[in-house]
């Protein structure tokens, strides 16, 4: 099957600084890929759709300079947490639909756990 | 606004029992609706889904029952195995919505041995 491979798995940073989390599509390309935000033991929350090669629709109440999302390509997405803080610690979790299929064409990939210090 | 309510939060049920997740949704434009099982530290991954043209859906131990009038619709998990033990959650998406998936807030599921 499909596979969206998310990088890295897990990461500590320092307050402060910024952390990349990377979304590609391995054999199949993804004309749409969503941003979720898992807090433990709760629901997905949809942060924001991106389209390869135009601006990320974001959520409300997502902070559009905090979570700089780029779909520069139609197999790569990238999330990007600036300034981090320990609030921002979460599971960050990426899904891509494959273009050529229909809404069953969704396929999530594995998370990163992101620990803010 | 939740979406999409499901119940119950947590479950435990007996090996070789029925496990029952029940979800209601709230927006008449959702037309899928796909159930979704997550391990510990790892994304979700898709179990079945069904669109409200049919009333049931069944693939293996796995079946979705669907109420269109009543904008309801449930997961069954015959036989239930310890390896099913899960977080399982519902969601929703329209067209309308460019296929963004509202999801419930999931139900843990414990399949005692």
């Known amino acids: 099957g499909a596979v969206v491979s998310q990088h890295p798995s897990r990461v500590i940073c320092k307050s402060g600084t910024s952390v990349k989390i990377e979304c590609r599509s391995l054999?199949?390309?993804?004309?749409?890929m969503f941003w979720y935000r898992q807090f433990p033991k709760q629901s997905l929350m949809l942060m924001a759709t991106?389209?390869?090669?135009?601006?990320?629709?974001?959520e409300q109440g997502v902070e559009k300079d905090k979570f700089l999302i780029n779909h520069a390509s139609l197999t790569l997405s990238t999330l990007t947490v600036t300034s981090a803080h320990p609030e921002d610690s979460s599971f960050y979790i990426c899904s891509a639909r494959d273009g050529t299929g229909g809404r069953e064409k969704l396929f999530f990939g594995s998370g990163t756990q992101l620990s803010v210090l | 606004q939740q979406q999409v309510k499901q119940s119950p939060q947590s479950l435990i049920v007996q090996k070789g029992g029925i496990s029952i997740i029940n979800c209601a949704y709230e927006?008449?434009?959702?037309?899928?609706f796909p159930w979704y099982q997550q391990f510990p530290g790892k994304g979700p991954a898709l179990l079945i889904a069904?669109?409200?043209?049919?009333s049931e859906k069944k693939e293996g131990r796995f079946t979705i029952s669907f109420n269109k009038s009543a904008k309801q619709f449930s997961l069954h998990i015959m036989d239930s195995q310890p390896g099913d033990s899960a977080t399982y959650f519902c969601a929703a998406s329209s067209d309308q919505a460019g296929t963004a998936l509202i999801f419930g807030k999931g139900t843990t599921l414990s399949v005692s041995s």
């Open positions: 991106s389209n390869e090669g135009s601006k990320a629709t974001y």
């Open positions: 927006n008449t434009a959702f037309d899928y």
């Open positions: 054999d199949f390309q993804a004309t749409t």
């Open positions: 069904i669109r409200p043209d049919v």
